[in-house]
């Protein structure tokens, strides 16, 4: 299937330190794009991928699973360490959970995370029902485009395809486990008003991984997907002086390339 205009991956090569960068459930690249042209516009080298089954249809994310996914962001990891003297990942909602894993995994190959509105718990379907009811019914409403501003509108699923969610919901349950493995410098921004993860799930993450290097930063006025929101500009500024502070040369990069 063809991708969805807007929703391809996005690749930039730029200088020594690189950025990861992983998107939602049932979204696309498109909700972190103008994040990742911000970081590319100051020097860094960024990969943005599409995971698997999402940007075309949700059918097409019906047969594709947690594993799915995290493969396409490690192997991406992995390249970009191959290329780059410090790594850094960003995530969005479930790209939280996935850049989670990637922290828990690979340790200090990863010089520090940066999360938006991190997902830990899956919320409004029954954990309990889920297993059965997703051979039964194939899709339940869809949760992309929660965002406050105008105009604004996220490219993703308006179906949620039920074996995906299960599939999500395992994942959520294997990455809460690991999360004291998780010890990089931390940057959390979340939104009060997020209508798709509840503060619980930040505040779950906050209390069980092993980060002593720990900042949260409440975006007052955004929803859910606040790559794309009110509050973006500060989550752009924010996370690249988080690089700046932990990869020196960065700052170097950004008076070097008129950043």
């Given at each position: 299937m063809p991708v969805l205009p807007g929703a391809e991956p996005y690749r930039h090569e730029g200088g020594e330190v690189g950025v990861l960068l992983c998107h939602g459930f049932t979204g696309s690249p498109q909700s972190l794009r103008p994040w990742a042209e911000y970081l590319a516009g100051r020097g860094l080298t960024v990969?943005?991928?599409?995971?698997?089954?999402?940007?075309?249809?949700?059918?097409?994310?019906?047969?594709?699973g947690w594993q799915d996914w995290y493969a396409e962001v490690d192997r991406e990891l992995r390249g970009l360490l191959e290329r780059c003297a410090q790594v850094f990942v960003f995530g969005l909602s479930m790209g939280g959970?996935?850049?989670l894993r990637l922290a828990a995994k690979h340790g200090d190959a990863i010089s520090g995370i940066v999360l938006v509105n991190p997902a830990n718990?899956?919320?409004?379907?029954?954990?309990?029902?889920?297993?059965?009811?997703?051979?039964?019914?194939?899709?339940?409403?869809?949760?992309?485009?929660?965002?406050?501003?105008d105009g604004s509108v996220e490219i993703g699923y308006d179906r949620v395809p039920l074996h995906a969610a299960h599939s999500m919901r395992r994942f959520f349950r294997l990455v809460d486990a690991e999360l004291p493995q998780v010890t990089q410098p931390l940057l959390l921004?979340?939104?009060?008003?997020?209508?798709?993860?509840?503060?619980?799930?930040?505040?779950?993450v906050l209390s069980r991984v092993s980060?002593?290097?720990v900042t949260e930063i409440l975006l007052e006025q955004s929803y859910h997907v606040a790559t794309l929101d009110h509050d973006a500009d500060r989550i752009f500024e924010e996370s690249h002086a988080f690089i700046?502070?932990?990869?020196p040369s960065v700052g170097k990069e950004g008076?070097?390339?008129g950043g």
């Open positions: 990969s943005l991928p599409l995971l698997p089954g999402h940007g075309t249809r949700w059918e097409d994310m019906q047969v594709t959970t996935l850049t718990k899956l919320h409004g379907l029954s954990p309990y029902a889920l297993p059965v009811a997703r051979h039964f019914v194939r899709t339940t409403k869809g949760i992309a485009s929660d965002i406050a501003k921004l979340r939104s009060p008003r997020d209508h798709v993860v509840p503060p619980a799930d930040s505040a779950r980060s002593r290097d700046g502070r932990l990869a008076t070097a390339t």
